[in-house]
C-alpha cells in the first residue's frame, strides 16, 4: 500500500496543466484577453509603448543637450536612434540653395520644413521632449495632488476648508495664462516648465484623491486602526493610501495626454518661452503661415500630438476598468 500511497501523493503533487504552462505563454494569454476585451485600451498602450520606442537613443549625448527632458532615466541620451538627424541641421539642395518644403523622399521621410530642416527628426525629437516633459511634470504634480488630497480629506473640517478655497482661487485662472504667467517671470529653462506644468495639474488630482479618501476614512477597519491606537501618519499612509493608488494611476495615466497638450498650447502661443527648437506646438506655430501650400509641418506635428492624446486616453479608460473592481471585465 505505501508504493500506491506515494504514487497517489505524487499525482495530487502535480501542479494543473494550466499552472504548468510556461510563463511566456502564459503572459501571451493575458495580453491575448487584453486585446480581445479590451481593443481600444490596447491600442491607446500599443501608441503610448510606440512613442516612448520612438524617442529612445543610446545613453550618451552627441549633441549637448544635458537638460530635463534628455535625461530621462538618469543619463544623458543621444539622438535618438530612429531621428536620422539633428532637429537643427539644415539641407541644401543641388543647387547650393535651402531644400525647403520639399516632398517626401528616401532622404527626408516627411520632407522638410520652412528652414531646410527634416521633419522626421524634428518630429521624433519633440516626441522625445513632450512625452519626458509629460512624464516628470505629472509626477511631481500627482505626487503633490496626492498628499495635499489626502491631508485635507483626513483631517477635513477648518483645514479641509482653508485648502479647498487655495485650489479653487487656483483653478478660477485659466491654465495657460497661469503658464505663460510664470514662464514670462521667470528665465526659460525645461525645469521651470515641467513646475509649472505640475503646479496646474495639483487642484485636478487633488480633487480626486480627497473624494476617495472621504469615502475610505469611514470603512470599518479604519475605525478598528484609530481604535487601537494608530497614528494619524500610519492610518494615512498605510490603511488609506493603497486604496488610492489606483484611481492616481488613472489619473496619471489620462493627465499625460493633456499635459502634452498644454506643452503644445504654450510652444504655439509663446514659442519664445519654450527653451527648446523641436517641439510639435513650435511646429505648429511654423506651420500655420504656409499650412494651406504646403501643409506637411502642420500635418505631421498635429497628427502626433492627436495620437498621443488619444493613446494617453484610450489607456487610461482601459486602466480604469480593469483597476475598478466595479468595472473589471477581465
Do not use: C
Not at 70 to 95: I, S, T, V
Not at 122 to 139: D, E, P
Amino acid at each position: 500500500m505505501q508504493p500506491q500511497e506515494a504514487t497517489m501523493g505524487a499525482e495530487l503533487a502535480v501542479a494543473p496543466p494550466a499552472l504548468q504552462r510556461p510563463r511566456i505563454a502564459r503572459a501571451f494569454g493575458g495580453l491575448w484577453r487584453l486585446v480581445r476585451r479590451k481593443p481600444l485600451g490596447a491600442l491607446g498602450m500599443a501608441i503610448v509603448i510606440g512613442m516612448l520606442v520612438l524617442s529612445l537613443g543610446p545613453p550618451k549625448a552627441e549633441f549637448g543637450l544635458p537638460d530635463l527632458p534628455d535625461r530621462p532615466l538618469g543619463f544623458e541620451m543621444g539622438k535618438p536612434w530612429l531621428a536620422r538627424y539633428h532637429p537643427d541641421d539644415f539641407f541644401y539642395n543641388e543647387r547650393g540653395r535651402l531644400a525647403t518644403f520639399e516632398g517626401p523622399s528616401w532622404k527626408h521621410w516627411l520632407g522638410t520644413d520652412n528652414r531646410g530642416r527634416d521633419i522626421w527628426a524634428r518630429i521624433v525629437w519633440g516626441t522625445r521632449r513632450s512625452l519626458f516633459l509629460g512624464i516628470w511634470a505629472l509626477t511631481l504634480g500627482t505626487i503633490a495632488g496626492t498628499l495635499v488630497g489626502l491631508v485635507s480629506a483626513y483631517f477635513s473640517g477648518l483645514f479641509d476648508l482653508l485648502f479647498q478655497r487655495i485650489m479653487d482661487a487656483i483653478q478660477s485662472f485659466p491654465a495657460l495664462l497661469i503658464l505663460l504667467m510664470v514662464l514670462s517671470l521667470t528665465e526659460p529653462s525645461l525645469r521651470v516648465l515641467a513646475i509649472a506644468l505640475a503646479f496646474v495639474a495639483i487642484p485636478s488630482v487633488q480633487r480626486i484623491v480627497r473624494s476617495v479618501v472621504l469615502s475610505v476614512r469611514e470603512e470599518a477597519y479604519v475605525d478598528a486602526a484609530r481604535v487601537m491606537g494608530a497614528s494619524h501618519r500610519r492610518i494615512m499612509f498605510r490603511h488609506i493610501l493603497p486604496n488610492v493608488i489606483a484611481p492616481v494611476i488613472v489619473i496619471f495615466s489620462v493627465g499625460l495626454g493633456a499635459v502634452i497638450l498644454a506643452e503644445a498650447a504654450i510652444s504655439f502661443v509663446s514659442p519664445s518661452s519654450v527653451p527648446f527648437t523641436a517641439s510639435w506646438g513650435l511646429m505648429l506655430a511654423e506651420g500655420r503661415t504656409v499650412m494651406f501650400d504646403h501643409p506637411g509641418m502642420v500635418l505631421a506635428s498635429g497628427g502626433f500630438i492627436a495620437l498621443a492624446v488619444l493613446g494617453f486616453n484610450l489607456a487610461g479608460d482601459a486602466l480604469r476598468d480593469i483597476l475598478d473592481p466595479r468595472l473589471r471585465l477581465m
